[in-house]
């Protein structure tokens, strides 16, 4: 069974970078057809699509976040990561990380839990 789970700082300034990763466990992040996403949900405001990186490697980005979003993976540990800069209080949302197989109609059949980033001096 295939579970993810997120880490990374929960309290991030203003202008700073957020990190987070997403350890993946019981699949691995290279398997043929599966991709790997950030998504996140600001409070009182419904779910919003980062990002992705895909079996291969190859990233894409939300048009309204690519300037400052970044994807990257470690195959070594299974994780793959994201990073947002120049943060501003409006990035204060619940991060979630998922994947699924894109070769199917499944879409995002894998959730972490979540973690709580707030934005804050």
């Known amino acids: 069974q295939v579970q993810l789970r997120e880490s990374g700082p929960g309290l991030v300034k203003p202008s700073q970078t957020l990190s987070l990763t997403c350890t993946v466990s019981g699949g691995s992040i290279t398997t043929k057809y599966y991709a790997w996403s950030w998504i996140r949900q600001p409070p009182g405001k419904g779910l919003e699509w980062m990002g992705v990186?895909?079996?291969?490697?190859?990233?894409y980005y939300s048009p309204s976040l690519k300037i400052r979003t970044s994807i990257s993976r470690d195959t070594s540990k299974n994780q793959f990561s994201l990073e947002v800069t120049s943060v501003t209080p409006e990035d204060t949302a619940v991060y979630y990380c998922?994947?699924?197989?894109?070769?199917?109609?499944?879409?995002?059949?894998?959730w972490g839990q979540g973690t709580q980033v707030t934005v804050s001096s």
């Open positions: 990186i895909a079996d291969d490697g190859n990233t």
């Open positions: 998922a994947g699924g197989n894109y070769n199917s109609d499944s879409g995002w059949g894998y």
